[in-house]
């Protein structure tokens, strides 16, 4: 069966735009979370959603991060006025339903701010 | 706060040399720990969850054991294809209530030579 996709696989943006990525988790999960990924260390919790509600957001670092998932299915991360401190691979998880589910993680995308 | 430390932070093996990882944690109520295989460029692979120290368990040439106070991934004779990033993450469990999010380490980069 599918595994968790995320698109785009990589993104390139200059500084102060705006970025969306989207992540499209396994059939039937119905938690997804975000994870941020530096290079050298282990993903970092952003957000956690578990149908449409986010149930943990206590990972964004500021308000320029925000996400959404208005149909319990398909989530966006969105970031506003990007900033070089924002490159990394961001990672989605899904699990079939709960917080105490295995979570399975898609390949990310790679952001890399100008 | 939950921490999570590995070590060593890389490791380089012959062929067939059997070596273990480690993965020291700290956290509030502990609901799980997670076992992860991270390839470069792609997203972690799940291995194996722990939920209670003593519990130990196996797949082809990994075993992962708990205790209360850190968690062991065995190699055992370990083949070139084993070259990975182990990462290794912790979920809370406080009131009945368990945390979605994981809690990573910084993995150990494990390189195993022909």
């Known amino acids: 069966g599918a595994g968790v996709s995320q698109t785009p696989s990589n993104k390139v943006t200059e500084k102060g735009k705006y970025v969306e990525l989207r992540c499209d988790p396994i059939?039937?999960?119905?938690?997804l979370y975000w994870y941020r990924q530096s290079l050298g260390q282990g993903p970092e919790f952003l957000i956690y959603?578990?149908?449409?509600?986010?149930?943990?957001d206590s990972g964004l670092p500021n308000d320029r991060f925000f996400a959404v998932r208005p149909e319990g299915s398909v989530s966006t991360l969105k970031i506003q006025r990007t900033e070089r401190g924002d490159s990394a691979v961001y990672l989605c998880a899904s699990s079939r339903g709960g917080a105490d589910e295995t979570q399975y993680f898609g390949p990310g995308t790679r952001l890399l701010v100008l | 706060e939950d921490q999570v430390t590995q070590s060593p932070e890389a490791l380089r093996l012959q062929e067939g040399e059997s070596s273990s990882l480690n993965c020291s944690y700290t956290?509030?109520?502990?609901?799980?720990l997670f076992w992860y295989r991270q390839d470069p460029g792609k997203g972690p692979e799940f291995l194996f969850t722990l939920y209670s120290a003593g519990e130990e368990k196996e797949k082809e040439r990994l075993k992962a054991t708990l205790t209360k106070k850190e968690s062991f991934l065995h190699i055992t004779a370990p083949k070139p294809e084993d070259s990975a990033t182990y990462l290794c993450?912790?979920?809370?469990?406080?009131?009945?209530?368990?945390?979605?999010?994981?809690?990573f380490g910084q993995g150990t980069i494990l390189t195993v030579h022909p």
């Open positions: 956290v509030s109520g502990l609901r799980g």
């Open positions: 959603f578990q149908g449409t509600g986010a149930a943990d």
């Open positions: 993450a912790v979920q809370a469990y406080a009131g009945g209530t368990s945390y979605g999010k994981l809690t």
């Open positions: 059939s039937g999960h119905t938690a």
